[in-house]
């Protein structure tokens, strides 16, 4: 499995989380059937606007999406975030931080 570091996690104005990839893309991402999307205008895996699921939960299904094929994806010191309270980005950091 290789590890690619997250470029940017934004939530959108509709609530949708998005994570994007310094370099891995995942154009077949509705294969896994995780209800993920992959986003190729900005490079970017979404999640649909939370229901049941908080930002935490719906960044386990990207990462675990990623994972099943073939790619770690974590924070660094150089993710970019992007309308995500502090309190959202403390708990993505610790889910999907180098030591997670």
């Known amino acids: ?3 690619d ?3 940017r996690v934004e939530i959108d104005p509709e609530g949708r989380l998005h994570v994007q990839p310094a370099y891995a893309s995942f154009p077949f ?3 896994e059937a995780m209800e993920v999307a992959w986003e190729p ?3 970017s895996l979404r999640s649909p606007a939370p ?3 908080g930002y935490g939960r719906w960044l386990q299904q990207i990462l675990a999406l990623a994972a099943e094929q073939g790619v ?3 924070v660094t010191p150089a ?3 992007s309308n995500v309270p502090e309190g959202v980005r403390l708990e993505l950091q610790s889910i999907a931080g180098p030591d997670a």
Do not use: K, N
Request: net charge positive; no cysteine.
């Open 1 to 3: 499995m290789i590890t």
């Open 72 to 74: 770690r994806l974590v």
């Open 41 to 43: 205008s900005s490079g």
């Open 5 to 7: 570091p997250i470029a």
């Open 29 to 31: 991402a509705y294969r």
């Open 79 to 81: 993710t970019e975030w």
């Open 51 to 53: 229901r049941e699921w």
